[in-house]
Nanobody
């Protein structure tokens, strides 16, 4: 699977953005999909993942209630709808795929990564 992330940009605090990640070259519906992010000078951190069927999303506490992850297996795409953005959400956002059967929030559990898309939230 190859992943291509898009949708990042500059937004004011309180605003919204939707990130997209499209997959090619593999069986998208067989992968658990996730979003991670990496702020300047910080470790890459888990944001959200979604099960293969799309029925079970899971979020980091820092984004719960503000972000929504969902997928469209017919379009080989996963999305991250981000609302009520805060300056602390500024980071490069990466989509990732895992072929495992069990979910994980560890970046080591994901074997395929997109190139990242920058989200900047101004105060």
């Amino acid at each position: 699977v190859q992943l291509q992330a898009s949708g990042g940009g500059l937004v004011q605090a309180g605003g919204s953005l939707r990130l997209s990640c499209t997959a090619s070259g593999g069986t998208f519906s067989s992968s658990i999909m996730a979003w991670f992010r990496q702020a300047p000078g910080k470790e890459r951190e888990f944001v959200a993942f979604i099960s293969k069927s799309g029925s079970s999303p899971y979020y980091a506490d820092t984004v719960k209630g503000r972000f929504t992850i969902y997928r469209d297996n017919a379009k080989n795409a996963v999305y991250l709808q981000m609302s009520n953005l805060e300056p602390e959400d500024t980071a490069v956002y990466y989509c990732a795929a895992s072929g495992r059967d069990s979910w994980t929030t560890s970046r080591n559990g994901y074997e395929t990564w997109g190139q990242g898309t920058l989200v900047t939230v101004s105060s």
